[in-house]
């Protein structure tokens, strides 16, 4: 199997967000695998790039991605 790097398995879920969450959780499990395998603690989303770009929005996506054992920051 192909290991995508943090910043590939980052696009994906980018893809996956504007594709009504196609495949979300899957694409969660990899990125927590590359960050894992990159030794990085968070992963880090650009806000102006989410679909929902409000801080409701950003909260829930940070419970969502927690749950499934990731942390995310959003860049300024």
Same mark, same amino acid.
Request: glycine fraction near 4%; aromatic fraction near 6%; proline fraction near 1%.
């Given at each position: 199997?192909?290991?995508?790097?943090?910043?590939?398995?980052?696009?994906?879920?980018?893809?996956?967000?504007?594709?009504?969450?196609?495949?979300?959780?899957?694409?969660?499990?990899? +990125?927590?695998? @590359?960050?894992? *395998?990159?030794?990085?603690?968070?992963?880090? #989303?650009?806000?102006?790039?989410?679909?929902?770009?409000?801080?409701?929005?950003?909260? +829930?996506?940070? @419970?969502?991605? *927690?749950?499934?054992?990731?942390?995310?920051? #959003?860049?300024?």
């Amino acid at each position: 199997m192909n290991e995508l790097t943090v910043a590939d398995a980052t696009e994906n879920i980018y893809a996956s967000l504007r594709a009504d969450n196609a495949d979300l959780d899957a694409h969660i499990a990899t +990125l927590k695998a @590359a960050l894992t *395998r990159e030794g990085i603690k968070q992963a880090v #989303f650009d806000p102006t790039r989410l679909v929902q770009n409000n801080r409701s929005g950003r909260k +829930l996506m940070q @419970a969502y991605f *927690r749950q499934r054992g990731v942390s995310v920051k #959003f860049s300024d």
